[in-house]
């Protein structure tokens, strides 16, 4: 194989090599995306369980409090002694009568007569047949001013009668603090109803789920879907992003975290930035010796074809016989002098050393 041609398969086989080496890297960091954007669906799923189920003991709690004693119940009292820790998920708990007006509320005395009984999250449980939880839309408070998702159970007498409602206003802005706690770039979660209203989000997975807004149809197809859990890939203010999502069991809700695909892939291109300087920089280490090897070449080519004329141009016959024996140079004279048959281009004379015949006999 010449030098050009050998070269050039060392070049191509570095190169092969590189290519080879970057496509198994960028595998890899997309399939730990992957894992890692389901790990934390997983752990954005627990802190939400969490968080609706202490939610919910605390409507019980509530519940059973003003049942044992309607009358001398008093939830702005409980919540001045100290005994309500929100700790910044609860906003603020109230009681609604079953006319559908507030009674009591922790925040402190209620603007008289505020009407809530147009509230979806107060109309469920006075239709409701059941006893169940019941997590609302995002609303604006009307008692507390904000924004939260209102968690209500429903009050019922001995006799099953309506008596009204409690209920558990929950901070959006809490629910997102999950997203604070992890470091995942222009990444964001997404929690929403299996109605399809998003809860709360932060800063946003898909290109329309804001607070309280209807989920895009392609992306409610993925989230309420069939399988429980499952990855997807959306366009995020024109970013491609690795999502995982995962439907809560206990609760009528979705959550999803996504991962933005150019953080993912920011060692890669570092990599493949090295990889190419490498690659250039070894290309021309092999391009420069295989120039210099096709130079010797012509350097060894042009001395012998000069030992040859002067060979065959001298008075004298010479002979050059090696540790084998062999005979690597014998010119013309050298071949009148001993008598030998003429030489014939590729000829090689078998002739060995007359000691080591006579040693052979």
Known sequence: MGPVALALAIIGALWGGIAAFLLEERHQLLDAAGHDSANLARAFEESIVRAFESV??????????????????????????GNFRGGGLIAQISLIGADGVLQQSTLGAARPSIDLSDRPHFRIQRAAGEDRL?????????????????????????????????VVSLDI?????????????????????????????????????????????????VL???????????????????????????FPLVVAVALDRADVLAPYRQTR?????????????????????????????????????????VSQGVVMVDALGRVPVLNRRAVELLGLPPLRPAWRWPWRNPAEKAGGE
Do not use: K, M
């Open 56 to 81: 919910d003991e605390t409507l019980i709690f509530t519940r059973e409090l003003y049942l044992r004693d309607p009358a001398g119940f008093d939830l702005r009292g409980w919540a001045r002694r």
């Open 173 to 221: 802005s809490y629910l997102t603090r999950f997203y604070d706690s992890i470091a995942i770039g222009h990444g964001g979660i997404l929690l929403a109803g299996t109605d399809g209203v998003v809860r709360a989000a932060a800063p946003l997975v898909a290109d329309e789920p804001a607070i309280g807004s209807v989920l895009a149809p392609e992306l409610a197809r």
């Open 273 to 313: 930035l090295l990889c190419l300087v490498f690659g250039v920089a070894a290309s021309l280490v092999v391009a420069l010796a295989a120039a210099a090897l096709i130079v010797l070449r012509r350097r060894q080519a042009t001395g012998q074809e000069a030992l040859a004329v002067t060979l065959a141009n």
């Open 224 to 250: 309420l879907g069939a399988a429980p859990s499952g990855s997807y890939r959306p366009t995020v203010r024109g970013r491609s992003q690795l999502a995982s999502y995962r439907r809560l069991e206990e």
């Open 134 to 166: 019941f997590i609302s839309v995002p609303v604006l408070g009307r008692n507390s001013g904000i924004w939260t998702l209102n968690c209500t159970r429903r009050v019922s007498g001995p006799d099953d009668t309506f008596l009204g409602a409690v």
